[in-house]
């Protein structure tokens, strides 16, 4: 009988240690930032993810590839194109590459192709579209 009073009278003292040692660890938490709007919706992910350390937006990509794309795209489909130069003037053509500070413009009716550089473009459209 002792030997089980003893044995009892131990594991309580044990778990009794046990629990009393025991803290509840809570995070700090910036409640500014985790604050959820007043009608209850959550912050879309990309405001959440584009947040840099100090708080601020990240800025945008410098390159976005659009004009590659678009160059591509005109490219592909051989669209027939009216590129305007600062100058005033018009040329008619498909775009058969490009380039990082020029365009080939293959025209018809026998005129020589042109290598055109990027700067002397004021803008282009598809032909058969209404211009500006």
């Known amino acids: 009988m002792k030997d089980s009073m003893d044995s009892t009278a131990l594991g309580r003292g044990l778990d009794g240690e046990v629990f009393a040692n025991r803290r509840l660890i809570r995070p700090s938490l910036n409640r500014s930032e985790n604050h959820r709007p007043d009608n209850g919706d959550r912050r879309e992910r990309t405001e959440r993810t584009q947040r840099a350390a100090n708080g601020k937006k990240t800025a ?50 026998g005129r020589p192709n042109l290598m055109i550089y990027k700067p002397s473009i004021k803008y282009m459209f598809k032909e058969g579209e209404n211009q500006r």
Request: contains cysteine; aromatic residues 10%; negative net charge.
């Open 60 to 109: 945008p990509p410098e390159q976005t590839h659009a004009e590659n794309f678009y160059y591509q795209k005109q490219m592909q489909s051989k669209t027939p194109m009216v590129i305007v130069l600062r100058d005033g003037e018009e040329v008619h053509g498909i775009i058969e590459w490009y380039d990082k500070t020029c365009i080939k413009v293959l025209r018809e009716d």
